[in-house]
């Protein structure tokens, strides 16, 4: 049986300016990394693979240098990375690019059975929590978002059991295989790769399924099969506000400088 | 004078085959090592030898060494006055000391006469001091230590009592000249019938036999094994100060690390048995001293202990049963005390033989991180962080230049400017240490200095990765900073930090990175003794105390330019602390123990401000960005913050101009 983890390439957010001229990402010189939440992902998929011995896929669609994020995740222990990337699959929105990820998977599912789709949360570039959901809804498998534990793996009713951290509580979930669960930071600590692992990793094979392979429909992937397009993407802009009371050190006046000012402006109620 | 040929050749022989197959055994063992070339430059090494075994300098560094080097000199001696009584005993016609001319014999009935008591006096000093008066780091009532003292005792012993009954006998024509064994005969075998003399020349002729047979049989299985292997210890010792691990080479199939004890080097086993459980190691070590698991000694002594274990299946080509690293027992390095390791080479200074703790550490570290990647969890952020934007904390590589935002920084560039400051990843990022950079770029500019700065383009440059182990993100970093030095022509740097300066200095140099890389502290003082500062006097100081960084001290023997420039720009010269230069104590924070939490025991850091404490400072001067951080803490710990203040010097220096 086979976890599929979703990963994806992401730049460097904490190292990406936006050109405010062009409006568009500044991405010269701007590190990519794997989406820390996929991190996650991966993790789990591996520690499901030490426990229950199930086989672990990664796949990620994106250009062809996601081959590096890819050997990144061989070098941890996946089983196989296969790397989807097409020009015709470029400026995808979260509706192509569920597209493309859960057709991957159809293919995947032919060889072997899928017990587990595995996601991060969200992405830090996009922040929409869409892909995971989209894929599951594709395939019609059970979605079971925002996981921070999973419970129990049961292989032969075929079920799974995880928590869910919502707003304030927690829920306990049951699903039959196969599922898509998307996972929270506080899942795991990802594991570190041994050094004969990332040698071995820096020449395996990652496959390749472009287009040619997958023969989807150009009407549903990339741009033409996306429901939204970017119009504009800006940093709004900061002002400097006000500096209160600099040198007071007595903490009841600060308070009551800074109660009088919100009340002022209308941003507290007494 | 041996009546006992036959019955003492069998014994003899059978002692010495004996002797030979022990020693064969333990240094077989030696063999499993990986190579390391310790047989060049023969000359220096030989003087080493002279100077540190023979010498025993740093056996007297302590007072009690006095009575090790008495020992010494007696046991060097005495091997003349016992290889004749063994040869003596085989072959009584041919070999004796009364064969050679009269003169000569006497002068040596004399030497060996006066040097056995020395000897003895000696023993009895040693059995005093591990019974009244019991150091605490040195295992000073080992049985092992006692069976050892006795022999040598009772050497002696059989040595006075054999001449003093010859000599009341009248069979020693030099007795007048053995003033020892003269005393005894007049006084303790005077007057007894010449049969009974025979007699106990015939026992103490066989106990001095039996013991000195037993005592080289005994050797071999003791740590007195260091009688045969610390003076070659002192000749392959390091010939350059042991500031770097050795490169590892990332092929495919290869080992990483040290799992195994035969992956060390040939070296690291010699070592191993040349440690004489003397304690002074762990008298000094930081860790020991503030109650960690850590114990340098018994980390040489675990691997000692494991090659004694695993060696001989080994040798015959079987796999190894005890874990050289977590097996919870004797023999095996507990994962708590390698990370316990600040590599502040204080053990490394003081042993007498020249055992070199630290690499071996490291090389464990290695096996942890590279080939099990299993280490405190702590580590992971940090590694990542190190990998993904090149320094600790994990920030944009833009923010390095932002200490410099709202000055005039030029950036460094081949043929206009002189110097690279490297300002490194502490002095970029930490708010603290952006001041101590501002202080050295004021500094610089004020000495007609000049300096250029690579910004966000510097990378860290991976001292903690390699002393946590992680050599291969190490060597990757390493590769790319030297890179970038070559194409920007940078030849000239200075640092701020000793890590960086030590990696940049030392690492780098096994890359083939010919870089003249200065500390401040020493472009400081080269400044102001050239009068190229202009001191105005210092303010507000008042008693200044200072601490010596273990990467600047003990690695790089910078001791006294930061002394002088102080000296020179305050008037007053720093009190010192009770360790100080080679001797001074971590603040805690180097081998990457910055980056880990310090939950057992007594905090370093807050052992070393105590002691700054007793001096009653205003001001701690440090050199090192780690030790201001760990001193500021440790004096908040002691609630002492408000009344000591920690200023780097290029700080004070500054505040003078």
């Known amino acids: 049986m086979l976890i599929v983890a979703c990963i994806k390439q992401v730049p460097d957010t904490t190292q990406v300016k936006i050109d405010p001229v062009t409006g568009t990402l500044i991405r010269e010189g701007v590190p990519f990394i794997m989406n820390p939440f996929d991190t996650h992902a991966l993790e789990e998929s591996l520690r499901l693979k030490d426990k229950y011995g199930l086989r672990v896929a990664v796949i990620s669609m994106g250009p062809p240098n996601t081959e590096v994020t890819l050997r990144k995740a061989l070098a941890v222990g996946a089983d196989e990375a296969i790397l989807l990337s097409d020009r015709a699959f470029g400026g995808a929105d979260t509706l192509a690019t569920s597209k493309v990820l859960a057709e991957a998977i159809v293919g995947l599912a032919q060889k072997e059975e899928v017990a587990l789709v595995i996601c991060g949360k969200q992405t830090i570039d996009g922040d929409t929590a869409q892909v995971g959901p989209g894929i599951a809804t594709r395939l019609g498998y059970s979605q079971l978002t925002l996981v921070d534990h999973i419970d129990s793996l049961d292989l032969n009713a075929r079920k799974i059991r995880c928590r869910r951290k919502l707003e304030g509580w ?60 970017v119009r504009r993407i800006f940093s709004p802009e900061r002002t400097q506000g006000e500096i209160l009371g600099e040198g007071i050190n007595d903490p009841g006046k600060v308070a009551q400088l800074l109660i009088g000012k919100l009340v002022e402006k209308d941003l507290l109620f007494i | ?180 064994s003269g005393f005894i005969a007049r006084t303790v075998f005077a007057g007894l019938p010449l049969p009974m003399l025979a007699w106990l020349i015939f026992i103490f002729w066989w106990i001095h036999a039996i013991v000195l047979l037993g005592f080289l049989n005994y050797l071999p299985y003791s740590k007195h094994m260091h009688i045969m292997t610390a003076i070659p210890n002192c000749f392959f010792k390091s010939l350059d100060k042991v500031t770097t691990q050795p490169r590892e080479e990332f092929k495919k199939e290869s080992v990483f690390g040290v799992g195994q004890v035969d992956y060390f080097p040939w070296k690291g086993l010699f070592d191993s048995y040349s440690c004489t459980v003397c304690g002074r190691c762990s008298d000094i070590c930081p860790a020991t001293s503030t109650g960690k698991e850590l114990n340098p000694r018994l980390v040489i002594h675990d691997i000692k202990e494991n090659l004694f274990h695993n060696g001989p299946l080994l040798v015959k080509g079987e796999k190894t049963t005890l874990p050289l690293i977590g097996a919870g027992c004797e023999g095996s390095v507990s994962e708590a005390s390698i990370w316990a390791c600040t590599t502040c080479a204080a053990c490394m200074e003081v042993c007498p033989v020249f055992i070199e703790h630290v ?276 004096l908040k710990d002691k609630d002492a913050d408000a009344k000591v203040q920690v200023l780097d010097l290029a700080e004070i220096v500054d505040k003078t101009l």
Not at chain 1, 182 to 192: G, T
Not at chain 2, 571 to 581: A, L, T, Y
């Open chain 1, 170 to 229: 927690h829920e306990v979930v049951e699903a039959s295989f196969p599922a898509m669960i998307s996972v929270l930071r506080e899942i795991n600590h990802p594991r570190y790769p041994t050094v004969p692992m990332r040698l071995i990793a820096q020449d395996a094979p990652v496959t390749l399924w472009d287009n040619n392979v997958m023969q989807l429909d150009k009407a549903t992937i990339g741009l033409n099969g996306s429901a939204t397009q």
């Open chain 2, 1 to 180: 004078m041996s009546p006992n040929v036959m019955p003492f050749a069998v014994i003899f022989v059978v002692a010495v085959v004996f002797f030979g197959w022990s020693a064969f055994k333990r240094f077989r063992l030696i063999t499993l090592g990986k190579a390391d070339n310790r047989f060049n430059e023969l000359g220096k090494r030989f003087w080493n030898m002279l100077f540190y075994a023979f010498g025993q300098r740093r056996v007297v560094a302590r007072p009690f060494g006095i009575n090790h080097f008495i020992l010494f000199w007696c046991f060097m001696i005495l091997l003349i006055a016992n290889a004749e009584f063994l040869l003596n005993g085989l072959f009584p016609e041919y070999i004796d000391l009364a064969l050679l001319p009269s003169g000569l014999y006497y002068a040596l009935s004399l030497i060996f006469d006066l040097v056995s008591l020395f000897a003895f006096l000696a023993v009895i000093v040693a059995v005093i001091r591990r019974l009244a008066f019991p150091p605490p780091n040195m295992d000073a009532h080992s049985r092992d230590a006692f069976v050892i003292i006795s022999l040598v005792g009772a050497l002696m012993l059989a040595f006075f009592g054999l001449h003093a009954s010859e000599i009341a006998h009248g069979l020693e024509p030099a007795a007048s000249y053995m003033p020892v």
């Open chain 2, 359 to 634: 690499p071996r550490i490291v090389d464990m570290r290695r096996d942890l991180v590279e080939m099990r990647a299993k280490f405190p969890e702590e580590l992971l952020s940090f590694f990542e962080n190190m990998e993904q934007r090149s320094n600790p904390w994990g920030i944009a590589p833009a923010e390095r230049t932002k200490w410099a935002s709202g000055i005039d920084v030029k950036p460094f560039e081949s043929g206009k400017t002189e110097y690279l400051f490297f300002v490194g990843c502490y002095g970029a990022f930490d708010a603290r240490s952006r001041r101590v950079t501002l202080a050295l770029s004021r500094i610089l500019n004020a000495g007609g200095i000049s300096w250029g700065i690579l910004g966000k383009d510097e990378f860290c440059c991976g001292d903690s990765l390699r002393r946590l182990g992680n050599e291969f993100a190490f060597d990757r970093m390493a590769r790319d900073s030297i890179k970038m030095f070559q194409e920007r022509g940078v030849k000239k740097i200075i640092t701020q930090c000793p890590h960086c300066y030590n990696t940049l200095k030392n690492d780098y140099r096994q890359y083939g990175a010919e870089l003249e890389v200065v500390h401040h502290t020493e472009l400081i003082n080269t400044l102001i003794q050239e009068g190229k500062l202009k001191l105005n006097g210092a303010k507000n100081l008042g008693k200044l105390v200072f601490h010596d960084s273990c990467y600047l001290g003990r690695y790089n023997l910078i001791y006294d330019a930061p002394r002088q420039a102080l000296a020179t720009a305050t008037g007053q010269h720093p009190v010192e602390m009770e360790r100080h230069h080679d001797k001074s104590f971590c603040c805690g924070a180097g081998g990457g123990r910055m980056w880990l939490e310090e939950s057992v025991g007594k905090r370093i850091n807050v052992a070393r401000v105590e002691e700054a404490l007793q001096e009653n400072p205003d001001t701690v001067c440090v050199c090192c960005p780690y030790c201001m951080t760990m001193f500021e803490d440790g």
